[in-house]
């Protein structure tokens, strides 16, 4: 993919996107306003740009495939700045969730973040065909709901139905799509085009996301995602997470 024929795609994105966004009269961004989805699309069209040509020595081009890796320069750029921004915010407010929060309400708020995401794995259990499963994840969303109190408590768990994570990427693979190569997302961390598209899905589609919209409480979707993205990052230590993704 060359930038030359990326950049007029992307800026027609952008103008349809922001004509089109509710952000113009809301004070809060709807995550699932066209603009944002927008966003996200440009995003992964403009990582198309770092993508090199195939190496003329077809010794070169096997070794590229073999190591999926054909936008290691951006991937380490965009690596590199996900570093310094953990570094400097995530970092921090994870460690101060992790070792001044109350081990009882850290929990809590982790299992109420699990239940929250229990009705799109509900809804890709089912995509994917895995009745008993999807039958499952519906049962723990009903009981942790109600006697868990919201989900606080994992009451399920302890009735004998543990959890399980299923997102559109995983989705995507069971219908037989490859995932293509390694990608460096900024702020999303590794990811791949396959999983990369899932998670757009994922993030327009979640039930209980567009309840909440429809409700016209858009701020509880991104505090949400914030306050998820300190729960997942709290058991961690910064070397071992970063380290693991670019060795």
């Given amino acids: 993919m060359h930038c030359g024929g990326v950049v007029p795609i992307v800026k027609t994105i952008v103008r349809i996107a922001a004509q089109n966004s509710p952000m113009r009269e809301r004070t809060t961004p709807d995550p699932r306003s066209p603009f944002i989805a927008g966003l996200l699309l440009v995003l992964v069209m403009v990582s198309g740009c770092a993508l090199p040509q195939a190496p003329g020595d077809p010794e070169a081009a096997r070794e590229l495939a073999l190591i999926n890796d054909p936008m290691e320069p951006a991937n380490r750029t965009i690596f590199a700045f996900n ?3 953990d570094k400097a915010v995530l970092q921090p407010v994870a460690r101060v969730y992790r070792d001044y929060l109350p081990e009882f309400l850290t929990t809590g708020i982790h299992n109420i973040l699990e239940n929250m995401r229990a009705p799109l ?3 890709n259990d089912l995509l994917q065909g895995e009745w008993k499963r999807a039958g499952e994840t519906f049962v723990r969303f009903f009981v942790n709901s109600t006697i ?3 989900g606080f408590n ?3 768990s302890e009735m004998g139905l543990p959890g399980h994570g299923e997102d559109f990427g995983q989705t995507l693979a069971v219908w037989g799509l490859p995932e293509g190569p ?3 997302l900024p702020v999303f961390g590794p990811s791949n085009p396959r999983d990369t598209v899932g998670m757009v899905v994922d993030f327009l589609a979640d039930p209980v996301n567009v309840l909440y919209v429809d409700a ?3 701020a509880v979707p991104l505090m949400r995602g ?3 993205a300190v729960d997942r ?3 961690f230590g910064f070397d071992r997470r970063y380290r693991e993704v670019i060795s």
């Fill in 83 to 85: 570093r310094g921004l």
């Fill in 121 to 123: 794995v509900f809804a």
């Fill in 148 to 150: 868990g109190a919201g």
């Fill in 154 to 156: 994992d009451m399920a």
């Fill in 182 to 184: 390694f990608l460096m």
């Fill in 216 to 218: 016209g409480k858009d």
């Fill in 226 to 228: 914030g306050t998820d």
């Fill in 233 to 235: 990052r709290a058991p």
